[in-house]
T-cell receptor
Framework: QKEVEQNSGPLSVPEGAIASLNCTYS??????FFWYRQYSGKSPELIMF????GDKEDGRFTAQLNKASQYVSLLIRDSQPSDSATYLC?????????FGKGTMLLVSP | KAGVTQTPRYLIKTRGQQVTLSCSPI?????VSWYQQTPGQGLQFLFE???????NKGNFPGRFSGRQFSNSRSEMNVSTLELGDSALYLC??????????????FGNGTRLTVT
C-alpha cells in the first residue's frame, strides 16, 4: 500500500526563521511530488512540485527530493505569520496521487 | 481564469439518503479527481475521470460513484448515506491525467454532514 508520511506537528518557528517540513514515501515507483498549503477551513493550494532529485527553488520556497532515501522536504525561508497553515505532501505519477496527513506549521510574530 | 467550482458548498442529509455533488473544472482541464477529507484520515482518493473515462478508483465502497460529461464537468454520487460519510469532499482538476504527473488544482469543497 502506497503511503506518504508526515509529522503532524505542530512545527513552531519564529517569524523570519527557516521552516523545514519533511515527508517520506513508501512507493519507489512514485515519480512526482507536490506540496500543498491548506489554511483552516479552506481547500489545498498548490505551492510547488518536483520531479527530479535535488533542489527546486521558487521565491521563499525550496523543495528537495531524494529518491534514494524516499524523502521529500519543503523549506520556507523568512517565515511569516501568514505561512501558518497545514502543509500537505503528495506523491504519485503513474497512478493515483497519495497525500500525507499534513504538518501544521505555526509561525509566531 | 476561473478556478474549480464545486456545488453545493454545504449539505445536510440523513442516513439512508443519497446525494449528488457537482464539480466544474478549470477551463481546458480534462481530468477531474475527487477526494474525501476527514480529520482522522486526511485526504483520501475516491476516483479520477479523464475524458469521460474513469482512470482510477480508490478504496471506497460501491456506494460512491461518479461520472464525467463531455464538457469535463463531473458529478459524484453517494447512495445510502452513512454517518461516516460526513466529510469535506474535494474536487480537483488538472490539464492532463494525474497518471502523467499533472498537478491538481482544488475547488473549495462540499461539506457534507450526515445526521
Amino acid at each position: 500500500q502506497k503511503e506518504v508520511e508526515q509529522n503532524s506537528g505542530p512545527l513552531s518557528v519564529p517569524e523570519g526563521a527557516i521552516a523545514s517540513l519533511n515527508c517520506t514515501y513508501s512507493d519507489r515507483g512514485s515519480q512526482s511530488f507536490f506540496w500543498y498549503r491548506q489554511y483552516s477551513g479552506k481547500s489545498p493550494e498548490l505551492i510547488m512540485f518536483i520531479y527530479s532529485n535535488g533542489d527546486k527553488e521558487d521565491g521563499r520556497f525550496t523543495a528537495q527530493l531524494n529518491k534514494a532515501s524516499q524523502y521529500v522536504s519543503l523549506l520556507i525561508r523568512d517565515s511569516q505569520p501568514s505561512d501558518s497553515a497545514t502543509y500537505l505532501c503528495a506523491g504519485g505519477g503513474y497512478s493515483t496521487l497519495t497525500f500525507g496527513k499534513g504538518t501544521m506549521l505555526l509561525v509566531s510574530p | 481564469k476561473a478556478g474549480v467550482t464545486q456545488t453545493p458548498r454545504y449539505l445536510i442529509k440523513t442516513r439512508g439518503q443519497q446525494v449528488t455533488l457537482s464539480c466544474s473544472p478549470i477551463s481546458g482541464h480534462r481530468s477531474v479527481s475527487w477526494y474525501q477529507q476527514t480529520p482522522g484520515q486526511g485526504l483520501q482518493f475516491l476516483f479520477e475521470y479523464f475524458s469521460e473515462t474513469q482512470r482510477n478508483k480508490g478504496n471506497f465502497p460501491g456506494r460512491f460513484s461518479g461520472r464525467q460529461f463531455s464538457n469535463s464537468r463531473s458529478e459524484m454520487n453517494v447512495s445510502t448515506l452513512e454517518l461516516g460519510d460526513s466529510a469535506l469532499y474535494l474536487c480537483a482538476s488538472s490539464p492532463g491525467s494525474v497518471v502523467n504527473n499533472s498537478p491538481l488544482h482544488f475547488g473549495n469543497g462540499t461539506r457534507l454532514t450526515v445526521t
